[in-house]
Nanobody
Framework: QVQLAESGGGLVQAGGSLRLSCVAS????????MDWYRRVPGKQRELVAT???????NYADSVKGRFTVSRDNAKNTVFLQMNSLKPEDTADYYC?????????WGQGTQVTVSS
């Protein structure tokens, strides 16, 4: 069974930084891509960042220039470095991994940015 465990969320002031981590239960090379999503209650889920198995990255326009997705293959971990945080970044953040069969989700980590 695929397991993804996010961590690193918390409360931060606007302008601050956080780094989210997502540890996978198996080699991240086995996934086509790993993504970070966020969800605010009452709003549509948003794809924030993607990193493919080949290392290609993509970002939502709302976070470009502020967020960086990266990975540590040896530790089966994907990171989301979030800088210059804004109150509108407040959300539950989820890590996902996609292979040929399914998209797998972590349990999420909460990020709150105070103004």
């Amino acid at each position: 069974q695929v397991q993804l465990a996010e961590s690193g969320g918390g409360l931060v002031q606007a302008g601050g930084s956080l780094r989210l981590s997502c540890v996978a239960s198996r080699s991240i090379f086995s996934y086509n891509a790993m993504d970070w999503y966020r969800r605010v209650p009452g709003k549509q889920r948003e794809l924030v960042a993607t990193i493919t198995s080949g290392g290609t990255t993509n970002y939502a326009d709302s976070v470009k220039g502020r967020f960086t997705v990266s990975r540590d293959n040896a530790k089966n971990t994907v990171f989301l470095q979030m800088n210059s945080l804004k109150p509108e970044d407040t959300a539950d953040y989820y890590c996902t991994a996609t292979d040929a069969y399914a998209r797998y989700w972590g349990q999420g980590t909460q990020v709150t940015v105070s103004s």
